[in-house]
């Protein structure tokens, strides 16, 4: 079946490490999107990428590091110069969006705790 | 600045109708999306509305005015497992999502 895996589901973190959390999706999308989830916000964007060897910062960027060297994988670098890295953290996949729906397919997440 | 507002928290019976509003104020308007989301898990799409009017989709229903900038979920005959999120999120005219922050539904037998 086709969808989209998020590794791992729980990470727990020292202060001053960096993490790497793990998105492969064999939807064939040329888009991809790293989230960031917490209570009482909505989503914010952190990267995205449209296609291979490019990405794009979002909204909240700093702190983070992304690579796109395989249209099937994103992954996303939690590094120690985030300040509040504790969250919930969602990888989508999509068509490139030039009109219509481009619906989002998301990963279940990875809740990466800082200790 | 762009802005989402939805209710933070509704409760609802089972087997009866429940609206969830989405208000919004962006730069621009290319499509408003439902998604819902099971506590600790991936959000799963629901309805796009680019229109104005009503969307059906089985139980599930999405309004949509542009000239009001406001949008609604409607959920028919409710059953414990629409207990979730409801996430509303508008594409601006960059084609960038910009999300509310959810209703949580609870869902009460």
């Known amino acids: 079946d086709g969808g989209i895996t998020q590794s791992p589901k729980y990470l727990f973190r020292k202060e001053g490490q960096n993490v790497t959390l793990s998105c492969e999706q064999n939807l064939n999308h040329d888009a991809m999107y790293w989230y960031r989830q917490d209570p009482g916000q909505g989503l914010r964007l952190i990267y995205y990428s449209q296609i291979v060897n490019d990405f794009q910062k979002g909204d909240i960027a700093e702190g983070y590091s992304v690579s796109r060297e395989k249209k099937e994988s994103f992954p996303l670098t939690v590094t120690s110069a985030q300040k509040n890295p504790t969250a919930f953290y969602l990888c989508?996949?999509?068509?490139?969006?030039?009109?219509?729906?481009?619906?989002?397919?998301f990963g279940a997440g990875s809740r990466l705790t800082v200790l | 600045g762009q802005n989402i507002d939805q209710p933070t928290e509704m409760t609802a019976t089972e087997g009866a109708i429940v609206q969830i509003n989405c208000t919004y104020q962006t730069s621009g308007f290319n499509g408003l999306f439902w998604y819902q989301q099971h506590a600790g898990e991936a959000p799963t799409f629901l309805s796009y509305?680019?229109l104005d009017g009503l969307e059906e989709k089985g139980r599930f229903s999405s309004f949509l005015s542009r000239s009001k900038g406001y949008s609604y979920l409607l959920l028919k005959e409710l059953q414990m497992k629409d207990s979730a999120s409801y996430l509303c999120?508008?594409?601006?005219?960059?084609?960038?999502?910009?999300w509310g922050a959810g209703t949580k539904l609870i869902i009460k037998p």
């Open positions: 999120a508008v594409r601006d005219s960059n084609y960038q999502l910009i």
């Open positions: 509305n680019v």
């Open positions: 989508a996949s999509g068509d490139r969006v030039t009109s219509g729906a481009n619906v989002l397919t």
